[in-house]
């Protein structure tokens, strides 16, 4: 089996020096293999970002323009009728290593976690700016918890491996901890829009004193239920 993978290594071809090509997007083909799915609302905000920072990401091709990463900026790039895009042409990769590339590409990006602090401290900045905040790919709960400053308000749909711990880490940031939760969009609008309303109710300043105060209502109805009534005394007659 070790001989079999050796000897699989020993075949593959070098890379080549990689040089930026501009090709008409419609010259381009989507991978028959691509897993990833690209949304008209995400197509739309990538085309918002080709349209703040221009087309700066080439789209990764092999040598039959077959996509191996872009098809989302391609997509995006159409739809706003541009004639050309930066490719750049991959040869050395096995059919294997492409479609295993379709996979890591997108789920590599997935493994990583955020700097709260940071990502706050930027989205302010960027605020101030003529920068469309849309372009950032962060929903708009999120930038409103962000610049409403509460940092525990921010529920990341990563699988928050920060530093290199596992699913549900807990990032330490200043005087603030940051949880981080994977759960359906609809799961986290309710989430969301619960947190609001017990801040609201009880009118306090983050969403995150909002969640310890729902847990903690849900600990004193159980600790309530558990406390044993106490028994009436009836007197017998004389």
């Given amino acids: 089996m070790a001989a079999a993978r050796k000897r699989q290594r020993s075949t593959k071809k070098a890379p080549t020096a990689l040089a930026i090509i501009h090709k008409a997007p419609g010259s381009l083909k989507p991978h028959p293999d691509n897993p990833r799915m690209h949304s008209d609302e995400q197509v739309a905000l990538i085309a918002k970002a080709i349209q703040e920072f221009s087309f700066i ?142 801040q609201q109710r009880q009118g306090l300043s983050t969403s995150g004193e909002a969640l310890v105060s729902l847990f903690k209502e849900l600990d004193n109805a159980k600790n309530t239920q558990k406390t044993p009534r106490a028994r009436k005394r009836v007197r017998s007659g004389a």
Wanted: one cysteine or more; aromatic letters at 4%.
């Fill in 57 to 198: 990401v080439p789209v990764l091709v092999d040598d039959e323009d077959r996509m191996l990463a872009g098809h989302g900026r391609v997509l995006a790039a159409t739809s706003l009728g541009m004639k050309s895009i930066p490719t750049l042409c991959v040869t050395h990769l096995s059919d294997a290593q492409k479609k295993a590339f379709l996979v890591a590409d997108n789920k590599l990006t997935e493994r990583g976690g955020w700097d709260a602090a940071m990502l706050g401290s930027l989205v302010v900045e960027l605020n101030e700016t003529n920068i469309d905040l849309e372009v950032l790919g962060l929903d708009p709960p999120e930038v409103h918890d962000i610049l409403s400053n509460d940092r525990t308000g921010f529920l990341g749909e990563g699988d928050g491996d920060h530093n290199g711990a596992g699913r549900g880490d807990v990032t330490r940031v200043s005087e603030f901890v940051q949880l981080n939760f994977t759960m359906s969009v609809a799961d986290r609008k309710l989430i969301i829009d619960r947190l609001r309303r017990e």
